[in-house]
């Protein structure tokens, strides 16, 4: 078991999708089964988490890979899908704040949006998974891994915000009506046309506006810079 020598326990602080992602790619460079998978995770989990797996008895108890992920996501997971549309929808500029500012903040809460719509993916494909294990067939790997893609990508496209709700919900949280009337005449139809404005009024320093001219932003997307 060689991945134990360069895999990080799970403590339940860590993102749950990142740790799971890393466990799946140790596990698979080690050729293991799903099964397999299920047997040992318990072997890398530490504090909260382990405390949490221990716990689980009875009915409440995993019996496959499958069921652990579902138990799993759900405990740790920090926000569901739909609250995180719900900030997106309720964010707005703060007074006083920069516009790079708000962009930038307005960029980390589509990447937890993001995040968490995988997140959901996972679970919703876990459990249907779930509900396969009674049948005797083995399927075909290359036809599972086909199916596989073509489940997540038509659970994502369903829930996550589309390229137009994403641009409304920026303009809508801008505070400064020149900002919210340029963009609503120069109608940007993605977040990178978005992206490409702020930089411009940023840079040109339209308006004459000194707090954009010499604002700066701590933790900007790395296209931004």
């Known amino acids: 078991m060689g991945f134990m020598n360069y895999l ?3 403590s ?11 466990y799946g790619s140790a596990t698979k460079a080690e050729k293991w089964s799903a099964s397999q998978m299920f047997e040992c995770v318990g072997l890398k989990l530490k504090k909260k988490a382990k405390d949490w797996f221990s716990n689980l008895t009875g009915k409440s108890k995993p019996k496959s890979w499958e069921q652990f992920l579902i138990l799993f996501l759900e ?3 920090i926000e569901d899908y739909q609250n995180t549309i719900a900030k997106l929808y309720l964010n707005r500029q703060k007074k006083g704040e920069k ?8 960029y980390k809460y589509l990447k937890k949006h993001e995040t968490a719509v995988k997140r959901e993916v996972a679970i919703r494909y876990a459990k249907s998974q779930a509900d396969k294990l009674n049948k005797p067939l083995i399927p075909d790997p290359a036809v599972l891994q086909k199916e596989k893609n073509s489940f997540i990508k038509e659970e994502s496209n ?3 915000l589309n390229e137009k709700s994403r641009v409304d919900a920026f303009i809508k949280g801008l505070r400064s009506k020149q900002y919210k009337s340029h963009f609503l005449i120069t109608k940007p139809s993605t977040m990178e046309e978005v992206r490409r404005s702020v930089i411009h009024i940023t840079r040109k320093g339209q308006w004459m506006d000194t ?3 010499h604002g700066t ?6 296209n931004l810079r």
């Open 99 to 106: 516009l790079k500012s708000y962009f930038t903040r307005y």
């Open 12 to 22: 339940g602080k860590e993102d749950p999708e990142g740790w799971l992602e890393r």
């Open 75 to 77: 405990e740790f997971s």
């Open 8 to 10: 990080a326990p799970y």
């Open 211 to 213: 707090t954009i001219v």
């Open 158 to 160: 369903k829930l996550i």
């Open 217 to 222: 932003c701590k933790s900007p997307p790395p």
